[in-house]
């Protein structure tokens, strides 16, 4: 079975502090997604990454930069916490791009004070 | 651009009630139709899933076939349990949209024994 993980289920950070989002997955998927899930908006894409050191903005990224290392590992990094950055993350891995199914972590509770 | 619409919720039914909740899609070319479950404290999770018109998905007990002349992606279930109440997500996925899912907003389901 695929597995992928995230660092923390819950997440308490104060506003300015830098926080670091890590997700592994073991299928050896190209390809990894980071979500944010909000009440009534669903999933909303804030980047994603089709290989080892590239990464393409998704819908909203501002606030947010991405790093991935290596294939198997792919970080979100808030430089600055800020309120309105609370919520849940959520990430995601594919073999095919677009075209096959999602994996998708348990995701991360992150609450900004 | 592409877009999916789901009912919102939240639906609640007693065990062994007929389920419909659906979806709409806009998208130009052939996009592939997903509908993903996501548990209390879980990530999301493929249910089931159509590559082209006509086809029928199922899973669990699940159904729900792509329609293009209606645009439409309707997940169905003849008959509820307890343990089916979650979030369920539809989604669109394939070459159109430049290889990203787009996810409706989640329909909550709750089922009462």
């Known amino acids: 079975d695929v597995k992928v993980t995230q660092s923390s289920r819950y997440l308490v950070k104060r506003t300015g502090e830098k926080v670091f989002l890590e997700c592994v997955q073991d299928m050896d998927h190209e390809n990894m997604f980071w979500y944010r899930q909000d009440p009534g908006l669903g999933l909303r894409l804030i980047y994603f990454s089709y290989d080892v050191k590239m990464k393409e903005k998704g819908d909203i990224p501002e606030g947010y930069s991405v790093s991935r290392e290596k294939k198997e590992r792919f970080s979100l990094i808030l430089e600055s916490a800020s309120t309105n950055q609370t919520s849940m993350y959520l990430c995601?891995?594919?073999?095919?791009?677009?075209?096959?199914?999602?994996?998708f972590g348990p995701g991360t509770r992150l609450t900004v004070t | 651009g592409n877009s999916v619409t789901q009912m919102e919720g939240p639906v609640t039914l007693s065990e062994e009630a007929f389920l419909t909740i659906n979806c709409t899609y806009t998208?130009?070319?052939?996009?592939?139709l997903f509908w993903y479950v996501q548990y209390p404290g879980e990530g999301l999770q493929l249910l089931l899933k159509?590559?082209?018109?006509?086809d029928k998905g199922s899973n669990k007990g699940f159904e729900a076939t792509y329609r293009k002349e209606t645009t439409s992606f309707h997940l169905e279930k003849g008959s509820v349990q307890v343990s089916d109440s979650a979030v369920y997500f539809c989604?669109?996925?394939?070459?159109?949209?430049?290889?990203?899912?787009?996810f409706g907003a989640g329909t909550r389901l709750f089922v009462k024994a």
């Open positions: 995601a891995s594919t073999l095919k791009r677009g075209l096959g199914e999602q994996y």
């Open positions: 998208a130009t070319g052939y996009p592939s």
């Open positions: 159509a590559t082209k018109a006509d």
């Open positions: 989604a669109l996925g394939g070459y159109t949209g430049g290889f990203k899912t787009i």
